[in-house]
T-cell receptor
Framework: GESVGLHLPTLSVQEGDNSIINCAYS??????FIWYKQESGKGPQFIID?????DKRQGQRVTVLLNKTVKHLSLQIAATQPGDSAVYFC??????????????FGQGTILTVHP | KAGVTQTPRYLIKTRGQQVTLSCSPI?????VSWYQQTPGQGLQFLFE???????NKGNFPGRFSGRQFSNSRSEMNVSTLELGDSALYLC???????????????FGAGTRLSVL
């Protein structure tokens, strides 16, 4: 079936740098996207979300960009800190019906922040 | 507000046994979704329960089942365990209905199941 995939499995940055994590999705029917952060020994933690009627959304130090033309999603983290080191997942929720509780996840990107 | 609680955190079973995992959602949330996380397959959707009814189901064999109680707490059961069932099982809760085009799922810490 269709799935969400990530381009880069690992990303290493220096503290203070900006990080960009990318995600490609294939289901054109998806209308809602979420980024999660998972630290070792914990469950995924909600970071930010975006609906398909938007192309950009900002949070605290994070920005999500959505390009529906090329089915691409990115997460930008400003002034990356060691505490940002984790695995980052994008997830999609297909449109319509009662599929609200079903998320399709990408493979994940390991972000390592060096002090 | 308490988060999603999963018990137990760790479990060791042998092949052929069965196991039951428990999930208590965030207060007020009516939807509980279950996911399996493995290094090889990543995060895969198992099923979702909403108001005590299974609303969505992933591509897992019938050995994987679940239920939801009237207080929204959910259990999942795996019968006749196989080595490949070793994984982190995650539970997520949400309102279950789209609000403003969103339905954010909040995850518990998971139950780490090892099948020997």
């Amino acid at each position: 079936g269709e799935s969400v995939g990530l381009h880069l499995p690992t990303l290493s940055v220096q503290e203070g740098d900006n990080s960009i994590i990318n995600c490609a999705y294939s289901n054109s029917a998806s209308d809602y996207f979420i980024w999660y952060k998972q630290e070792s020994g914990k469950g995924p933690q909600f970071i930010i979300d975006i609906r398909s009627n938007m192309d950009k959304r900002q949070g605290q130090r994070v920005t999500v960009l959505l390009n529906k033309t090329v089915k691409h999603l990115s997460l930008q983290i400003a002034a990356t800190q060691p505490g940002d080191s984790a695995v980052y997942f994008c997830a999609e929720n297909p449109r319509g019906g009662t599929s609200y509780g079903k998320l399709t996840f990408g493979q994940g990107t390991i972000l390592t922040v060096h002090p | 507000k308490a988060g999603v609680t999963q018990t137990p955190r760790y479990l060791i079973k042998t092949r052929g046994q069965q196991v039951t995992l428990s999930c208590s959602p965030i207060s007020g949330h009516r939807s509980v979704s279950w996911y399996q996380q493995t290094p090889g397959q990543g995060l895969q959707f198992l099923f979702e329960y909403f108001s005590e009814t299974q609303r969505n189901k992933g591509n897992f064999p019938g050995r994987f089942s679940g239920r939801q109680f009237s207080n929204s707490r959910s259990e999942m059961n795996v019968s006749t365990l196989e080595l490949g069932d070793s994984a982190l099982y995650l539970c997520a809760s949400s309102m279950g209905q789209v609000s403003g085009g969103k339905n954010i799922q909040y995850f518990g810490a998971g139950t780490r199941l090892s099948v020997l």
